[in-house]
């Protein structure tokens, strides 16, 4: 139970949802975007936050779609992790879904929750990033679509009161060669050490991260290292750890050096098995 008293909305277009917003600024009340809910509503029992309007999108047609069109893979931003692995659509960003919590909460988390959520992970931006993905999202001034790094640098940055309607993939993608993988300290399950996700386009090497730092990124400098076939792979590996964009991170799961540790012979392994067909 939510310890306190809010406005319940439950918008059945897009047009309705950015109304409701707007309509609720004016009034000084904050409003927030409910797409899985799972975790607003543990901050909203925990105190943590205290919105006075959440606005429900799981009922706006464009939020729910999940399907190929003539360029592109859309996906609603109310999509479930588990809807997004089972359709295997997008098998990269499935092996992703399929990693993020249990079963039962994959079916609660939702797409739009785990890109715009305040866990830093943030684990389903790797293939996105790495797939030139686009991004719709509407608010107050309408809706607008742009290239989906162009506006995450580690998080999603909106303008106020925008929101996520639709990922885009473009169709290239779907059946690129990849790699996921995904270091945790103990269980299969469970908050990355490192996450290192792959896509090669073209033969060309791309990489993103997530656990590593302290936010997940792509870096063309380590890219570019990764891509040196004049150096074997140890070196590759060894010089692509030096061009983090900021210090390891620490926490309980391991020291910023353990994971720094862990990340350059992942990376190495990585460049093996690529350089002998293995991936």
């Known amino acids: 139970m939510i310890p306190f008293d809010f406005i319940y909305c439950c918008p059945n277009t897009i047009r309705e949802a950015a109304d409701a917003v707007q309509r609720y600024q004016q009034e000084k009340k904050q409003a927030i975007y409910y797409s899985g809910g799972s975790e607003i509503i543990t901050m909203c029992r925990a105190g943590s936050i205290h919105p006075d309007v959440i606005i ?10 999940l399907e190929k069109s003539d360029r592109f893979l859309n996906i609603g931003a109310a999509c479930t992790l588990n809807q ?4 295997k659509l997008f098998p990269l960003l499935g092996l992703a879904c399929g990693r993020i919590a249990d079963h039962t909460n994959q079916c609660r988390i939702t797409l739009g929750g785990n890109l715009c959520g305040t866990i830093i992970y943030r684990e389903t931006s790797l293939p996105l990033l790495l797939s030139d993905a686009e991004v719709t999202v509407n608010g107050p001034k309408g809706v607008r679509r742009v290239l989906f790094q162009n506006i995450f640098d580690g998080r999603v940055r909106l303008k106020e009161g925008e929101w996520v309607v639709q990922i885009h993939i473009p169709l290239w ?15 299969k399950i469970d908050y990355p050490l490192i996450n290192v996700t792959a896509i090669w386009k073209d033969d060309v090497l791309r990489t993103a991260f997530s656990g590593v730092c302290s936010r997940p990124f792509r870096s063309s400098q380590i890219e570019k290292v990764l891509n040196d076939h004049r150096l074997i792979p140890e070196m590759r590996a060894e010089k692509a750890v030096g061009f983090l964009p900021e210090p390891a991170y620490s926490d309980v799961e391991g020291s910023g050096g353990y994971r720094a540790f862990v990340l350059r012979n992942t990376l190495c392994e990585l460049l093996e098995a690529w350089q002998n067909d293995r991936v």
Not at 56 to 65: G, H, M, R, S
Not at 173 to 187: D, N, P, S, V, W
């Open 56 to 65: 429900d999108i799981k009922k706006i047609p464009e939020c729910t779609v």
């Open 84 to 87: 997004i692995k089972e359709s």
């Open 173 to 187: 993608a779907l059946q690129a060669r990849h790699a996921h993988i995904k270091k945790t300290t103990q269980e």
